[in-house]
Structures are given as C-alpha cells and as structure tokens.
C-alpha cells in the first residue's frame, strides 16, 4: 500500500496550516483582548466589551466612578450662591437660638412611646400566631428625625445649614417602613362622615402614616395628578385634588424664601404592596386594597359617600409616586394652636368673607389681638406671599407652637393644593399684603434678590429641585410662574411704598449688620 504513506505528509502539512489558521485568527484575538489594559481607552477599541456572566461573578466589580461635578453655568450654581449671599447670612440675636424641646425631656418620651410600641407589636405578632421574631424597634439619639426635632427653634424648624435635614430627607427616601395606618383626621372621618361640615370627597385627599426602621414618622401623599395637568377651571379651591409634588416643591421655594416654616418633605417610589398593606395592622385600610381591571394595587379611604373605586389610588403595578413630609414633635412635648385665617375664604359655593368685599378690612383686623400689636400680622403677610407663589387659595387656619408665645413664627402646613394652575395667578391670595401694605425688610430684600437675573427664581428652584428622587418635580411652565408671580408681588409692593412712603410700609426688622454697603444699596432700590 505504497499510496497513502506518500500522501501522509501532505495530509500532515494542511493539518498545521489549519492549526495555525484557528491560532491566528482565532485564539490569538482573544488572548490580545485578555491582556489589554482595562478601560474605555483600550487600543483599536472605543470601549472594552463587558466580561460573559461567569467571569463577571467570578471577580468583583470595581466600584462605581463618582458622579460627575455639576457644571459650571450660571444655573448649575445659582442656588449654592444665593446661599451665600449676606442676606442668606444674616446674624442671629446673640446666644443660642430659644429651642423648641428639651433634650432629655424629649428622649424620656420618645424612649417610653418606642418601648409601648414594640410592646403592642409583639402582641398583634402574637395573635396572629407568627413564629417568626418579632423585630424591636430600637430608639438611637443620632436618629435623623429626632435631631431634626431637637433643632427646631424659635428661628425656624430648622437652621440653615442643617446636616439633620439632609439625613433626613435621605432617611425618609431609603429606609423601609414597619407600619402604615390612617392619618387622625382620616380616622376622625372613619365611618361618620358629615357631608354638611366636609364638601370634598375624604379620597380627593388621602394621606397616611408611615413609621420607619428608625422609628421616624412621616406623612405620605400618593400622587393623585399627573404633572403636566392643570386644575380645570371650573373647580372650587376646595375641591381640588391635592398634589404630592406640590408638597415637595413647598417646601424647596419655603427654605429658598429662608421661612423655614415647612417640614422636610422628599418625594418617593412607595411599593403599596409590601410597604403599606403588608406592614399594616388597620383592619379597615386592609380592607380597602383591591387590584385593579389593569392588573394595579389600588387603595382608597374609608368613608359611607366615597366608598368608591373612583377615588382610589393605584400603583403601577405595586409602585406609587408619593411625597413624604417629616412629621412634627409630638403635641405632647410641643402643643400646637390651629388658628383661623383671618383671610379665611368662604366654603361655600356663593358666598364671601368680609375681606372679599371691604377694601378697609385690615383696619379691623389691625385693632383685634394679637395682630394689634408684635410681628403676628407681619407673618400672615409672609404667608400670604408664599401662598401666592405656588397658588395656593386654601390657607384657612395656620398653626403656632405654643411656646414661643404671640411671635412665634407660623407653620406653612398642608401645601398640597399648589402649583394646580401655572396659567391663572390668583391675585386674592396677597390681599392681607395689598389690604394691609407691609412687609418685612428681610422678605422685602430677598424677594427683590430672587427677581435679580444671576439669582432668578425659576433657576434656583429648578436647581433645589433636581435633589429630589422623583424630579422634574414641576413642569417648565409652574417654574416660569413663579417668576411671573415674584413680579407681581415687586410691583404691589412698590404701589403701597408709592402711596404711604418706605417707612411705613416696609418693617426694619432684621437687616443683617455684616452685609455689605453696596449689597444694602442695591437691594435697597
């Protein structure tokens, strides 16, 4: 058989050269590849393809780059200057700020209110027979929401500079809840609704409470609205849906006005499933859960004449957009008063207030205490303003900490009927300013700040706004608004100057004795 064995090196040599073929073609590329430098900047290679799943799992991933600086335009940096412009800087009285609690009052309570709470948890584990343990809530003096508490002062609920607001804005994002429940006008509603006293359905305005792993409290507001609608016409004020994200824009425009009157508030994806029905232990609010046509987790409140699955709100499918606002220290440490408006618009579908029609009602207001006398009437007008900005046309009573008597400042609570129509300025709103023609010099001066083009309005709230989880929080259109709105507030202001003379109108109350001579000049024309 003398054929084959000549063939054998010609079967030899194409057996090499195919060898050679797949090392070069083949193996070769990828052994290149493995050892390349890491990076996007690898050579002939825009971008390193990502490792197969195995070898991923098999070596850690490096961590994640940090977030690009933010740029360096006028918008990116407009809120971080305007913070530190002298008004912003203003010098407190000398000694520390008049708290609102006592430190150690305030941790014997919450430490009694957390033990009775894990007390009653254990039992309802206990009646529903679960094995599991039950896991306690433990009361940490770092806690974010109880430093907020201790920070609150007779200046403000919070200083400016506050390290307790920014963990607590971050806690009420993150943290997981361990109970939710009906808020206590809801439950007051429960089962006895009196359609003469409340005109609005009980649903339009849900809310419920939420407690944290870290005990913490807040207020949760589903989404109800989509951002770019706007109310319609022909509602009433006080029918009117209520907003989530109208809380949390009231509370950014609140600490860029430097009130610091409404409580922190940060907007959050809640999962109504395993954050509000599961955790739970209100048979009624159990109840109310269903699952919607399309597939969505729904909830509504519990109420004889709006027992309706029209007033319910839904997840998509379990996930709902809400915000959270940080509750206040308890009545128990810190009594509150809930005082009447005495701009309070009628609720009723014809009829008006005294104000609506008597041009000369601040002139009865200013002989009634305690607007005769102190900084009480000067408040209403801050608070007329700031509910003038976002729209607000609801403002019928207005709460006091008691302890720090006539002057305390007021709370800009319950903001949620804001920012409904960027359209329509309701110019009604700012009549205890155009009735009564005053206003502080400091809400003078920093109103005039904001209306200027490196510290315009709309750019420092789009900035502050873009913090929040759930941004855009408004819409371009509410933005513009309120610069439109600030213009307007300028030119009544400058109308009651024009007629009773800067000294009259304007109070010297607080002008801050470190700001430059040419800042109170500019600010002062």
Request: aromatic share 10%; net charge positive; glycine share 6%.
């Amino acid at each position: 058989m003398p054929g084959p064995r000549r063939d054998r090196p010609a079967v030899l040599l194409l057996l090499g050269a195919l060898l050679a073929a797949d090392l070069y073609f083949h193996l070769w590329p990828r052994v290149r590849k493995e050892l390349a430098p890491e990076g996007p900047g690898g050579p002939g290679c825009p971008c390193r393809p990502p490792r197969p799943a195995a070898a991923a799992a098999a070596v850690p991933s490096p961590p994640p780059p940090p977030p690009p600086p933010p740029p360096r335009g006028r918008a990116a940096s407009a809120l971080r200057r305007l913070f530190g412009h002298p008004l912003y800087r203003a010098t407190a009285p000398p000694g520390p700020a008049e708290p609102l609690l006592g430190a150690r009052e305030a941790l014997r309570y919450y430490r009694r209110k957390a033990a009775r709470w894990n007390r009653r948890h254990k039992l309802y584990r206990e009646e529903l027979n679960l094995t599991s343990p039950a896991t306690l809530l433990p009361l940490r003096p770092e806690a974010s929401w109880l430093q907020f508490h201790l920070g609150i002062s007779r200046d403000g609920l919070y200083p400016r500079s506050s390290p307790a607001v920014s963990r607590l804005l971050r806690d009420m994002r993150d943290f997981s809840t361990v109970s939710a429940d009906y808020s206590q006008d809801e439950k007051a509603l429960l089962g006895a609704c009196d359609c003469s006293q409340i005109v609005k359905p009980s649903g339009v305005h849900l809310k419920l409470v939420l407690r944290f792993q870290d005990f913490g409290k807040a207020m949760f507001k589903p989404m109800r609205q989509k951002r770019e609608e706007e109310t319609p016409e022909d509602f009433f004020y006080f029918v009117d849906f209520q907003r989530h994200n109208a809380e949390i824009a009231a509370f950014h425009l609140d600490r860029i006005l430097d009130f610091r009157r409404v409580p922190p508030t940060v907007g959050r994806l809640i999962n109504v499933t395993k954050e509000i029905l599961e955790v739970t232990k209100n048979e009624v609010l159990q109840s109310v859960f269903f699952v919607s046509p399309a597939s969505n987790v729904c909830f509504f409140a519990k109420c004889p004449y709006m027992c309706k699955t029209e007033y319910a709100v839904c997840g998509n499918p379990h996930l709902l957009e809400g915000s959270l606002s940080a509750f206040l220290p308890s009545l128990n440490l810190a009594p509150r008063l809930s005082i009447p408006n005495p701009w309070i618009r009628s609720y009723s579908f014809d009829g008006k207030e005294e104000w609506e029609v008597n041009p000369l009602y601040c002139d009865t207001v200013k002989e009634i205490y305690p607007y005769s006398s102190g900084n009480r009437l000067l408040n209403i007008v801050d608070m007329a303003i700031f509910d003038f900005l976002i729209g607000n046309m609801d403002r019928h009573h207005y709460e006091m900490f008691t302890k720090f008597g006539d002057d305390g400042f007021l709370l800009h609570l319950d903001n949620a009927r804001g920012f409904g129509r960027h359209s329509h300025d309701e110019t009604s709103i700012l009549a205890p300013l155009t009735q009564c023609c005053i206003i502080k010099r400091m809400t003078w001066l920093r109103l005039q700040l904001l209306a200027e083009p490196e510290y315009r309005l709309s750019d420092v709230m789009r900035e502050s706004l873009l913090q929040d989880p759930l941004a855009p929080v408004l819409t371009e259109p509410h933005l513009l608004a309120l610069d439109r709105r600030l213009q307007l507030i300028l030119r009544a202001v400058r109308k009651c100057i024009d007629t009773y003379g800067e000294a009259r109108v304007v109070a010297n109350d607080t002008m801050p004795p470190g700001a430059p001579t040419s800042d109170r000049a500019k600010l002062s024309t």
